[in-house]
């Protein structure tokens, strides 16, 4: 993975990581997944999940729809694969990299559901190129659709080699205290929205930025 800046990085590429693909959906994540399956027109789309977690998102949607999940875990990627859900497709990426474009095969999506836009990013820098792919990659008319309260925390994720009676020795993912800039204040999004055209809509829970 390559990126657009020279931040220090956690290096998760060489080791089967886990972390979220056994445990439950996130309130905010099941916030969205709510939202999604009142919308009925929600069919034959081409949809990204980005941190697919334990893919409850991907075995809930309607089966017509074309799902692309990114995660940086290899252990949330085999959990994914062995439910074999059709037109459900998971890859290993980066939301940040540079290589996100490229990883997607220049594929364009109707929606792309991202819990948490910033929390996690290492630098201003780093967000605003993911936003601007992003953008890019959402068909006209589409949407991303977050969390309220996901713009409102940060974390970071380090590696570590931990231990259960259960599993033995193996590699996870910990969260760790972030970034306080990472918290995503409605003016910034706004600015970044109003420069590449993109509208917003804001209800009590969600956040939806339209193309």
Known sequence: M??????SKPYFFDKKYSYWEKREITTDENDILNKILLDTKLKNKDILHVGIGNSLVAKKIDSSNNIFGITISHKEIEYANSLKINNYKTIFCDKYSINLLKILNQRNFDLIIDTNLKSYTCCQEAFQYMMYNFFYILKPGGKIITSIN????????KPKLTFSLKR?????????SGNPNNILKRSELEQLCNKHGIKILIDEKLCYLIK
Do not use: A, D, I, T
């Open 150 to 157: 996901g713009m409102k925390w940060y974390k970071s994720l």
């Open 168 to 176: 033995l020795f193996y590699y996870k993912m910990k969260e760790v």
């Open 2 to 7: 390559k990126f657009n800046c020279n931040c």
